[in-house]
């Protein structure tokens, strides 16, 4: 089976799995009508008196948004461990191996998979608000505003950035979270133990990344040279949680 079929047969498990597809839809929902609330109370506020049935409601609405922020937090934290236990939990690993699946590549495509899955799931719950927002800024004149403001912050601290630089080590930083909770996962062989085997590869990553960092902030370099120093520790960091990861599954007995 090659590379390419064994990423779309992960791609398939997850669209079957309809008790997480109803969760992405009601997070959605609830992130849309929470931020469609905020939009009109923020847009007629001036016109509303403390009396107002949208004024007394927004206490409630408060208690809701700040409970969406910690579902929304909880939930997109733990998606990538369900993605990637989903064969383990099912029993369907070991058929897998047997029917002749190359280990390494699918190791690979659990990667892609996940990378992908949890990139589309993020928008699918953020673009309501995401898009509201910048309606409202843009009804309210207030897009160059916002833009600006980033300007006038890098004039005003005088930051050489690189923006590509950051750019590239935010993806290393990225795919580095991700294969560590690739290897935690299969470590564990699936189970619930990986959240906290990958808890401890974070903070072992992050003593060591940010030994590096104040390394490079004490001496004079530049703020793109920190972010190339930090990409490098990333880019070695994922090297070996690769190898540990797809030696484990390699050597798993299924």
């Not at 206490?59 to 993605?83: C, D």
């Not at 980033?150 to 923006?163: A, G």
């Amino acid at each position: 089976m090659t590379g390419g079929l064994i990423f779309k047969m992960e791609l398939f498990k997850f669209l079957q799995d309809k008790k997480y597809l109803l969760a992405v839809l009601i997070l959605a929902v609830l992130n849309t009508l929470t931020a469609l609330f905020y939009s009109v109370l923020f847009t007629t506020t001036q016109h509303l008196g403390s009396e107002s049935f949208l004024m007394r409601f927004s206490s409630v609405m408060t208690v809701v948004f700040v409970l969406l922020i910690f579902a929304n937090g909880i939930f997109l934290f733990l998606f990538p461990f369900h993605v990637l236990s989903i064969d383990y939990k099912n029993n369907v690993m070991a058929m897998m191996i047997a029917s002749g699946v190359n280990r390494s590549k699918l190791f690979f495509a659990k990667i892609g998979a996940v990378i992908l899955l949890s990139l589309a799931v993020f928008i699918a719950v953020m673009a309501g608000p995401l898009v509201i927002g910048l309606v409202q800024m843009a009804i309210g004149g207030q897009i160059n505003e916002f833009f600006a403001s980033f300007v006038e912050i890098f004039n005003l601290f005088n930051l050489d950035i690189d923006v590509l630089a950051i750019v590239f080590s935010s993806l290393l930083s990225v795919l580095n979270s991700v294969v560590m909770i690739t290897a935690a996962t299969i470590l564990m062989k699936g189970r619930n133990t990986a959240i906290l085997v990958s808890i401890g590869f974070s903070m072992a990553n992050s003593f060591i990344s940010n030994f590096f960092n104040i390394f490079g902030f004490s001496t004079d370099i530049s703020a793109s040279s920190v972010s190339m120093v930090q990409g490098m520790t990333a880019a070695v960091s994922i090297a070996i949680f690769i190898f540990i990861g797809l030696r484990a599954l390699q050597t798993q007995n299924l």
